[in-house]
Structures are given as structure tokens and as C-alpha cells.
């Protein structure tokens, strides 16, 4: 394992094709496209993961005895001993994890990427807290500006440079979204939970699907990661919101990440009209990326990935979201033009080699 630099998953992280999530995905993606896509070596804690990226399963088998957190920090810290030549360590969402691992390897340069809401992570919900974190880890990169003042928050100014905004990129390419017909669908894609607004858009569409007989809706996902889709009471009242429109409703539950990006390339209309904490919000640019018009809330770091191109919605709500979704339906040029300002936007602020070369920066001065 002649590496550099570890990236270490959150334990129960899947690292692999098939239901790799948002924070696997970007690590996955930028591990690919760096400047030291040879030097670095991903750990995660389970055994099935990409193969073409170096990886090291982390075996936790002690977590019955130690809980898994604790013995997967000791685990990695053991597997770090062994290999002399690593510089720096990137920690993905896991602050006890980092604060480990630094402790016990103080010459290791050792960085945080923060992928959620700090505030509301154990280690950082006070401003000791994350006074402590900054003062004692050598960085922190967080996926949005949100989540950069939310770290910043309370603490002292002269800890500001070591917190750095890395935001989730798109590898593919996004100017090729016009080439082909689209059909008439609107997506949402995610968890089937009250914060992500799901059950306000499937009250919105019962109203607007009648109206609009050649429309269909696809929606994608479950309760959650593991879940089978339908189980949930919450999700059984999104099905019967929509009892009047069951010919233009598909649910599809839980698919994999090619799939949903081969629906979003094929999709009109994507909405994600969260009324939650959304520290960023990558299926909303990924749907961006692929073509969609995108209907998206105000939530936190939704912003930034919406900007001026995506359509929002304050609050998310029944009305609101027919307000957004109807001129959508009836305006072809319309619609374009939003799918195209969300594909410009995409292109100017996500693009993967940005941002690769934004975070290999940030390494190279670790590394130095």
C-alpha cells in the first residue's frame, strides 16, 4: 500500500456501484480525477467497492465488544501504523473519527470533509466544539458555503483559513442535454421523508396530472438507505395522495445511481422541493447537469447548487409548487430555457475538473 494520502469512509459507507450514496460518489469521482489519483488509497468498512480505485477494507469485527464506531477509529488507526509513508488523511463525516485518528498519529497531517450540517454533528454543536475541532485538526473542507458558516460560527477569526469550501462536482459532461427528445416526466429522486417535502409535491401533482393527461411522474427511492420501499406509514401517504393519478405514477423505490442518471437524461421536469436542512443537495445537480428543468427549495445549500437558474420555491408548499410546476408543463421554450441556465450554471461552478483542482490545491499545501 504505497500511498500518500488515505481517504477514510463513514463505516457503514458503500463504496460500490450499486448503492453508493452522495458522500462514496464524490469521493469515488474525485479520487479518478485528481492530481493524486496514484498516491492515495480509500478505507471503508465494507468488503464490495469500486475496482478501479485502490481501496482497504476495514474489518470492525470487535464492534459487538467496542461498538462499531470505536473499533472501525481503531481499526484504521492500526492500519494507518503500518504504513510509513502516508502524509495526510481525509476523514469523511466522521469528527470523533478525525480527532482519533490525529491523536493518535500527530505527524499525519489529518482533514475533515464535512458533508452535513456541523451544528447538528456530535463534535461540533457548540463553539468549543468546533473551536476545538479547528484548532486541532490541520483542515476542514466543507461540500457548501452553508456548512462553512455554520463551522465558522462563534469561533475565532484566526481559524477562517483552515476551513475551505470544496462543493460535490458532475464528471460528466453537460452540454450534450438537447440532442434528443425528452420525455414527458417529472422526477423526484431521494428518501421518501417529511423534510424532503415528497408528500407536499405528490398533493401538488394529484392536482396538476389530471390536467395534464400526457405527463407522467417517476419517483425514486425509499424511507431510506436498506429499506424496501413502501413500508414506511409516510410513504404509504404519498402513495394515496396520488390514487387519482395511478396511471401517471411510477414508483420505482430504490434504483441504482446509473439508473436515476439515465431518467434524469430523459426527464423534462426534476423536482426536489426539500423543507429540511440540505447542507447541499447533489441530486438536485445532478438533475441540473442532465437536462432538467429544476424546481428546487431554498433549504440551506440548495441554493447555491439552484443559483439564478433553478426555479424556487418559498415555502414549499401545495400551492407553490403548482404555481412552479404548471408554466413548466404548458411552456416548452420556457422550460428549456430553465433547463439550459440550470445545465450553464452546472458547467460554470460544478464541473469536476474545478474542483479536483480546488481540493489538489488545498493537498499540495498539507502536503508541503
Same mark, same amino acid.
Given at each position: ?82 504504513? =510509513?509513508? $502516508? ?5 469523511? %463525516?466522521? &469528527?470523533?473519527?478525525?480527532?482519533? !485518528?490525529?491523536? /493518535?498519529? +500527530? ?41 462553512? =458558516?455554520? $463551522? ?5 477569526? %484566526?481559524? &477562517?483559513?483552515?476551513?475551505?469550501? !470544496?462543493?460535490? /462536482?458532475? +464528471? ?197
Amino acid at each position: 500500500m504505497p500511498h500518500s494520502i488515505v481517504i477514510v469512509l463513514p463505516p457503514r459507507e458503500h463504496f460500490r456501484a450499486g448503492d453508493a450514496g452522495a458522500v462514496a460518489l464524490t469521493v469515488y469521482e474525485f479520487c479518478k480525477a485528481g492530481a493524486y489519483a496514484n498516491d492515495l488509497v480509500v478505507f471503508g468498512g465494507c468488503s464490495e467497492h469500486f475496482s478501479d480505485v485502490a481501496y482497504e477494507y476495514i474489518d470492525a469485527s470487535l464492534f459487538w465488544l467496542l461498538g462499531r464506531n470505536r473499533a472501525y477509529a481503531l481499526a484504521c488507526i492500526a492500519k494507518l501504523k503500518q504504513n =510509513k509513508q $502516508i502524509k495526510l488523511v481525509e476523514v469523511h %463525516n466522521r &469528527i470523533a473519527l478525525a480527532l482519533a !485518528i490525529k491523536k /493518535a498519529l +500527530p505527524d499525519i497531517r489529518v482533514a475533515l470533509h464535512i458533508h452535513n450540517d456541523p451544528q447538528g454533528m456530535a463534535g461540533a454543536k457548540t463553539v468549543a466544539e468546533r473551536e476545538k475541532l479547528l484548532h486541532s485538526l490541520d483542515h476542514v473542507y466543507c461540500v457548501s458555503e452553508y456548512v462553512r =458558516k455554520r $463551522i465558522l460560527d462563534g469561533v475565532d477569526k %484566526n481559524l &477562517i483559513s483552515r476551513v475551505k469550501v !470544496i462543493y460535490n /462536482a458532475i +464528471p460528466r459532461p453537460v452540454d450534450e442535454g438537447f440532442d434528443h427528445i425528452r420525455q414527458p416526466w417529472i422526477v423526484y429522486a431521494g428518501r421518501f421523508i417529511p423534510e424532503k417535502g415528497v408528500l407536499e409535491l405528490a398533493q401538488a401533482l394529484s392536482k396538476i396530472l389530471p390536467l395534464y393527461p400526457d405527463w407522467k411522474v417517476v419517483f425514486l427511492g425509499a424511507w431510506g438507505f436498506g429499506h424496501q420501499a413502501g413500508k414506511s406509514s409516510y410513504e404509504q401517504s404519498v402513495y394515496s395522495a396520488l390514487t387519482n393519478v395511478t396511471d401517471q405514477t411510477s414508483f420505482r423505490g430504490h434504483v441504482s445511481h446509473d439508473e436515476v442518471m439515465s431518467i434524469f437524461g430523459q426527464a423534462s421536469v426534476a423536482v426536489s422541493p426539500s423543507t429540511g436542512v440540505e447542507a447541499f443537495g447533489r441530486t438536485t445537480l445532478e438533475a441540473m447537469a442532465s437536462g432538467c428543468a429544476v424546481v428546487t427549495s431554498t433549504s440551506c445549500g440548495l441554493m447555491e447548487v439552484a443559483g439564478d437558474a433553478a426555479i424556487l420555491v418559498n415555502p414549499v408548499s401545495v400551492e407553490t409548487l403548482t404555481q412552479a410546476i404548471i408554466p413548466l408543463l404548458e411552456d416548452n421554450e420556457l422550460r428549456r430555457d430553465c433547463a439550459e441556465r440550470c445545465q450553464q450554471h452546472v458547467s460554470a461552478v460544478f464541473s469536476l475538473s474545478v474542483q479536483v483542482a480546488s481540493l489538489d490545491k488545498a493537498r499540495t499545501g498539507l502536503l508541503q
